[in-house]
């Protein structure tokens, strides 16, 4: 689960992780009053108005139709008013949005961090996720921050270094110390280093989280080490131990077809293709994904239905496919083993009637258990829905109903 920069920002705070301080605001109104706060603590009319969406680029992306930035700078608390103005409510279009973009719903307003003082400023970036390949978690981090660490990986790789942490052992006072000393820090700067990744790691182990990132940890001109920005991925099977962080979910953010999908406990991700899948068990869906495109189509989503399969979540992930206008064609390819398949084919009929005029083919396949009793109850059921045995001809069979004339009219 994906929570905003200045969500983030405050679990790292809790921590003790030194951050750039700010305040959310959802009016430009709340963005000026947001402002004025921010000159208390800082002691400067200059602040920075961040955009708050769940993907990276912020900086870079620009509002749909207009030159406005996703990041800005404003000298006073009426140009943040402003920014805040434009931002508010527009369509936010970044690398990782793609050119769909993002609804920006809210703003950050933080202090300026860039003031002058004894030495110049210093970017550096850190992450911190498990390395499975080594069963580790791993920190990794680069003098090279404010850049995608991507870009850096590709043209500088001998600046990314990475410091892996026993679970078992935990993270130990030297290697603070290491990750200090390899960016190149000393004195207070130095110190505040270790301290700043002693408290980042502690924070990203006792949230149960999948990914930290920081770009950019700044060295201040004051040799301070703060967190600019803020990027946290919690890991979902986890949150049933932090109800407190689970709160911070914001369904705006989200596919609206994937949160209805988690009411029924579907796993489902949207796609791009033309025939909409239901399956029980993830590698069985990716089987069937694989099955459809090498028959030539496209799979529209992916669809677990778990072992608990029945009328309901049946009737749950038919109005969910169908909700896509891309789907042609409905595959469900069902192994009754944990679920026995006439109740599948039962849920199947029962959420056919329930949903009525369904304008689109639905091709069943159904293996294992009770799955003669199941291909009966499909077949007399009266109802447009064509049974299958083997996966390759299921899939086929999807290619031959979509390419018929008026096939999609099923």
């Known amino acids: ?129 498990l390395d499975r390949g080594t069963k580790n978690n791993v920190i990794i981090y680069t003098t090279e921050g404010g850049m995608d660490i991507e870009q850096v990986a590709e043209e500088h790789p001998e600046k990314i270094f990475k410091e892996w942490v026993d679970p078992k052992v935990g993270f130990q006072p030297f290697q603070a110390r290491k990750i200090a000393f390899n960016l190149g820090l000393s004195g207070k700067a130095f110190k505040e280093m270790v301290n700043f990744v002693t408290a980042l790691y502690r924070a990203y182990e006792d949230t149960d989280s999948a990914m930290f990132e920081i770009n950019p940890v700044l060295k201040t001109s004051d040799d301070r080490i703060i967190a600019v920005d803020a990027k946290v991925n919690l890991d979902d099977n986890a949150l049933y131990r932090h109800s407190d962080l689970f709160a911070l979910r914001d369904l705006a953010e989200e596919d609206p077809t994937e949160v209805e999908a988690g009411k029924y406990n579907l796993n489902f991700v949207k796609l791009d293709g033309n025939v909409g899948c239901m399956v029980n068990g993830a590698g069985l869906a990716m089987a069937t994904m694989d099955i459809i495109k090498l028959s030539g189509g496209e799979p529209a989503n992916f669809l677990d239905v778990g072992g608990t399969a029945n009328a309901e979540t049946v009737e749950a992930g038919f109005r969910i496919i169908m909700s896509d206008p891309n789907v042609k064609a ?81």
């Open 1 to 129: 689960m994906n929570i905003h920069e200045y969500q983030a920002k405050e679990v790292l705070k809790k921590y003790g992780v030194a951050i750039q301080e700010g305040y959310v605001a959802e009016t430009p109104e709340q963005a000026y009053e947001a402002a004025l706060k921010v000159k208390e603590v800082s002691g400067s009319d200059w602040c920075v108005v961040k955009a708050q969406i769940h993907a990276g680029g912020r900086g870079k992306g620009k509002i749909e139709g207009t030159e406005q930035r996703g990041v800005q700078v404003a000298k006073n608390a009426d140009l943040a008013r402003d920014i805040a103005q434009n931002l508010l409510g527009g369509n936010l279009i970044t690398i990782q949005t793609g050119a769909k973009g993002k609804i920006v719903n809210k703003v950050l307003v933080a202090q300026d961090v860039f003031y002058p003082g004894a030495s110049e400023p210093k970017e550096y970036y850190m992450s911190v996720l």
């Open 330 to 410: 409905i595959l469900i390819n069902i192994f009754g083993g944990i679920v026995r398949c006439d109740r599948v084919a039962n849920g199947v009929v029962e959420a056919y009637r329930k949903i009525g005029d369904i304008k689109i083919p639905i091709i069943v396949r159904l293996q294992g258990t009770n799955a003669e009793e199941a291909k009966k109850i499909i077949d007399e059921s009266g109802l447009k829905v064509y049974s299958a045995i083997m996966l390759k001809e299921a899939a086929e069979l999807v290619k031959q109903l979509m390419r018929e004339p008026g096939g999609n009219q099923a």
